[in-house]
């Protein structure tokens, strides 16, 4: 079901969130933290209207 589909997502995510910055190494782990941080980023923005959501989890856009 999706909703462990986003468990799973951001369970991988959090193992490599350190790595997820805005200038990333150029080795896998980091491009897996920037993808998959992109992908999580995504699924919580449908939740940006709640009054818990954080802006530091508003998607980045990256160049």
Same mark, same amino acid.
């Given at each position: 079901e999706r909703i462990?589909?986003?468990r @799973?997502? *951001?369970g991988e995510y @959090?193992? *490599?969130a350190?790595?997820?910055t805005d200038r990333p190494?150029?080795?896998f782990r980091s491009g897996r933290a920037v993808g998959l941080g992109?992908?999580?980023r995504q699924l919580a923005a449908e939740y940006a209207g709640h009054p818990d959501y954080q802006a530091r989890w508003l998607p980045r856009f990256i160049q």
């Open positions: 462990e589909t986003n @799973v997502m *951001v @959090v193992e *490599v350190d790595l997820d190494a150029e080795d992109f992908a999580v």
